[in-house]
């Protein structure tokens, strides 16, 4: 079958068009599949993304699809000897007094789903992490399961099967469109002029989703929010077999990163984007020109992160990673059909947690595709749920920003 023929086209290879395409692969369907992006694959928010897969949260269909991720990990290495970095070095959610019936609540809700937890005592945790300072924390829990991966080696492990297994990859030429005809999906216009007849079109095109899907009255309720980490000079403190901690009470995160630490602190208004103004490269592009590298975000999170990794005074910053993630105000991702144009799915709103819903999101997009029940109750998902909206509105692009600023460690 020539590339033309092809009747699923999928837009977009970061992450989640790849994980669809392998999912797609393993229904038997690999051989009806062409994905097309403008840019390298994987070379979107997916390279830069700090690469934790974390299961431990309280909504259930989410949990589900990242549980679906950490399968599709140990299968990727156990069946097709992909190494894709994986740290199976478990997780730490530390907290004050104040933080124990919130902690206590995960614990309850993550044993309940089978999902390995346990309290963990302060001088285990100071040998786990000798980088925290004592006197931060009351109390911690440890959910050994947690990991954290090279997302770049994931998107592209996914790829690599998917190929494999039939599906090709077009690069080089960007969509311009979703053409549809009486409410059916009839396939995309590239911007060099070709159209590429399609029955079924799955929009994964990351930050830039809504460029396509709301010019046919369907805007997508996300927005780009910058997304940031730093990475630290390396010190003898930091283990690189060390636990992913989540300090919860400050919104900051923290993982070994070969013999450095690399973490993130939320901050209180991120900077947020109007996707019409994000380039196709993202390399060098600024969210915030006053403040183009977060030195004001880490300035405004210093003395928190400096109470719990004291050792932040005198440990240099050696890089600085940032990159879109979409943000929706209900912090669901945005996964699904819509009804109103047969044929048309979409796979985006992953609300930081991109990397996390993975391999859950490749089979639950491949399901409906299939016609298969979905795994996961994805209705909270829908597409469709705020047709009201007006992803430009700046009013909204706050509200999503808002939601990456509330939004917990969990
Ligand atoms: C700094 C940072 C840290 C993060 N840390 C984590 C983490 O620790 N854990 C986690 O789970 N998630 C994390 N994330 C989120 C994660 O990176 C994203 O959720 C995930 O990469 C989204 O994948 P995607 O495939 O939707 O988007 P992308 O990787 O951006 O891929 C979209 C692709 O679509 C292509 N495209 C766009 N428009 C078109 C078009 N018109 N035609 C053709 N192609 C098009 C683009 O070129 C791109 O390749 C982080 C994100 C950032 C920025």
């Not at 039939?166 to 396939?187: E, K, P, S």
Request: hydrophobic share 45%.
């Amino acid at each position: 079958m020539s590339t033309v023929q092809r009747d699923i086209v999928i837009i977009g290879c970061g992450i989640f068009g790849a994980a669809i395409a392998w999912a797609l692969g393993r229904r038997g369907m690999g051989h009806r599949v062409l994905i097309v992006d403008r840019q390298p694959a994987g070379s979107g928010a997916t390279s830069r993304a700090a690469g934790l897969v974390t299961q431990v949260r309280t909504d259930p269909a989410l949990q589900a699809l990242a549980g679906e991720t950490l399968a599709a990990i140990a299968s990727l290495k156990s069946h097709f000897d992909e190494d894709v970095g994986c740290h199976a070095v478990g997780a730490l959610h530390i907290g004050t007094l104040a933080q124990r019936p919130a902690l206590e609540a995960m614990l309850a809700v993550c044993t309940a789903a089978g999902i390995q937890g346990q309290w963990q005592d302060k001088r285990q945790v100071l040998n786990q992490a000798p980088w925290l300072d004592a006197g931060a924390f009351d109390l911690a829990t440890f959910f050994p399961d947690e990991c954290y991966v090279d997302p770049y080696l994931l998107s592209s492990a996914y790829l690599r099967r998917a190929q494999q297994m039939g599906a090709v990859l077009r690069l080089g030429t960007g969509v311009a469109q979703i053409t549809h005809d009486a409410g059916v999906v009839t396939g995309v216009a590239l911007n060099d002029g070709t159209v590429l007849p399609a029955r079924t079109v799955v929009n994964a095109a990351g930050a830039w989703s809504n460029l396509l899907s709301a010019p046919l009255g369907l805007p997508l309720p996300m927005a780009p929010v910058r997304s940031q980490y730093w990475i630290t000079e390396r010190a003898s403190e930091f283990s690189p077999t060390g636990p992913i901690v989540f300090m919860t009470d400050i919104r900051a995160y923290a993982r070994p990163e070969v013999g450095a630490l690399l973490f993130g602190a939320r901050e209180s208004a991120p900077a947020v984007a109007d996707p019409r103004e994000l380039p196709e490269e993202l390399q060098g592009y600024v969210f915030d020109a006053a403040d183009p590298h977060g030195w004001a975000n880490l300035a405004q999170a210093f003395d928190s992160l400096a109470r719990y990794f004291p050792g932040i005074e005198r440990t240099g910053i050696a890089h600085y990673i940032t990159g879109p993630s979409n943000y929706t105000p209900d912090g669901q991702p945005i996964v699904g059909a819509f009804a109103a144009i047969s044929g048309l799915l979409v796979a985006s709103g992953c609300n930081g947690s991109g990397i996390t819903y993975s391999a859950g999101v490749g089979r639950l997009i491949a399901e409906l595709i299939g016609g298969e029940t979905p795994f996961v109750n994805a209705s909270r998902m829908d597409p469709a749920r705020a047709l009201h909206i007006d992803p430009f509105d700046p009013a909204f692009l706050q509200a999503c920003a808002h939601a990456r600023a509330t939004k917990s460690t969990g």
